[in-house]
C-alpha cells in the first residue's frame, strides 16, 4: 500500500482532494472541485486514478427516478491508514498540529 500512496501524492491536488476526503467523509464531484476550485477533467483524472488504486471509493447514490449522484470518500482502511500518519505527524514533530493540517481542507 505504501508504494501505490506515495505515487499518488506526486502533488498538492492529489493531497488536498485526500485531506478534503478525511475530514467530509463523503462529497460530491461537485463539491470537491468547487472547493478545491480545480477543473473538471484533472480532477476527475485524479479521482479514477484514486480509485483505481484502491484510496478513494465511488459510489452511486439514487435520488429519485431520474437521479443519480456519484459521491466520492476514502477508502475505509485507507482512511484508518491516513489518520494515522496524521497523528503519528503530531509524535515526531510536536510542532506541526495535525489539527491545522486537517482543517485547513
Not at 6 to 18: F, G, P
Not at 21 to 40: E, H, P, Q
Amino acid at each position: 500500500m505504501t508504494a501505490r500512496i506515495i505515487l499518488m501524492l506526486k502533488d498538492d491536488l492529489r493531497i488536498k482532494i485526500l485531506m478534503l476526503l478525511l475530514v467530509n467523509d463523503t462529497l460530491s464531484f461537485r463539491s470537491i472541485a468547487k472547493k478545491l476550485r480545480v477543473g473538471y477533467k484533472r480532477l476527475d483524472r485524479y479521482l479514477n486514478s484514486m480509485a483505481r488504486n484502491g484510496l478513494v471509493e465511488i459510489m452511486k447514490v439514487k435520488i429519485s427516478e431520474e437521479r443519480i449522484y456519484t459521491v466520492y470518500s476514502l477508502e475505509v482502511n485507507f482512511r484508518e491508514y491516513l489518520a494515522k500518519i496524521i497523528e503519528n505527524i503530531q509524535c515526531v514533530s510536536p510542532l506541526m498540529d495535525a489539527n491545522n493540517i486537517i482543517h485547513e481542507y
